[in-house]
């Protein structure tokens, strides 16, 4: 069973950055994919970006060159470094490990305001 636990979400204006983390626990954090995804109101939840084991990153079209994935595998989190934020950007943050069925974090709210 593995435990996802996000943080680092807020309300910030356009233009501006946060940088998310989710702790993940319960497993071997190394050999895990992990992701991104987000669900804005009335949306499907939709991918944001990924990282493998190796620390290969793919994102979604909307947000490349603005937002960053990485990982540290020291301790056990994986990051989301996002830039340039746009009032399209406000969703529900949602990390999620790519091990056996798939596990969610609870999410984390991001705001940007215009």
């Known amino acids: 069973q593995v435990q996802l636990v996000e943080s680092g979400g807020g309300l910030v204006q356009a233009g501006g950055s946060l940088r998310l983390s989710c702790a993940a626990s319960?497993?071997?954090?190394?050999?895990?994919?992990m992701g991104w995804y987000r669900q804005a109101p009335g949306k499907q939840r939709e991918l944001v970006a990924t990282?493998?084991?190796?620390?290969?990153?793919n994102y979604a079209d909307s947000v490349k060159s603005r937002f960053t994935i990485s990982r540290d595998n020291t301790k056990n989190t994986v990051y989301l470094q996002m830039n340039s934020l746009k009032p399209e950007d406000t969703a529900v943050y949602y990390c999620?490990?790519?091990?056996?069925?798939?596990?969610w974090g609870q999410g984390t709210q991001v705001t940007v305001s215009s």
């Open positions: 999620k490990a790519f091990l056996g069925p798939g596990y």
């Open positions: 319960g497993a071997d954090f190394s050999t895990m994919g």
């Open positions: 990282i493998n084991s190796r620390a290969f990153t």
